[in-house]
């Protein structure tokens, strides 16, 4: 897992209460802003000035935690189940997706986070 991501996921959990969480852009980090925009964890991602400026909303992420971790990867097979208190963020080989949509196009991969 890039280090960009890494540092991505501790920007939000550190500054969840905050109304606006600036971060360096990279191409995976703003695929998981997308991705938590799309799972209603976030209201808007956008990119300005090679920085990635999130609208945060009030306390919609109750906890977040990376699972894989450059020396330990977390892989999966395609979920066998939803769980609709945790959601996991998978990097597939067609991109990043939460665990319902990997479920969907039949996909498995990396687990980057688990999130609450």
């Known amino acids: 897992m890039k280090n960009s991501i ?15 969480i600036e971060a360096p852009f990279n191409a ?4 998981v802003a997308q991705a ?15 920085t990635i400026r999130v609208l945060t909303k009030p306390f919609a992420i109750q906890d977040i935690k990376l699972l894989s ?5 977390v ?5 066998k189940y939803c769980d609709f208190i945790d959601q996991k963020l998978l990097w597939t080989p067609e ?19 688990r999130i609450r």
Do not use: C, M
Request: net charge positive.
């Open 75 to 79: 892989f999966t097979d395609i979920p």
């Open 69 to 73: 971790k450059s020396s330990r990867p």
């Open 6 to 20: 890494v540092h991505f996921v501790s920007k939000i959990k550190n500054g969840r209460h905050k109304a606006i």
């Open 95 to 113: 991109g990043i997706f939460w665990d319902f949509e990997a479920r969907k196009k039949r996909l498995g991969g990396e687990v980057i986070l």
């Open 36 to 50: 938590l925009q799309r799972g209603g964890y976030i209201r808007a991602a956008a990119i300005d000035d090679n």
């Open 28 to 31: 995976e980090t703003w695929e």
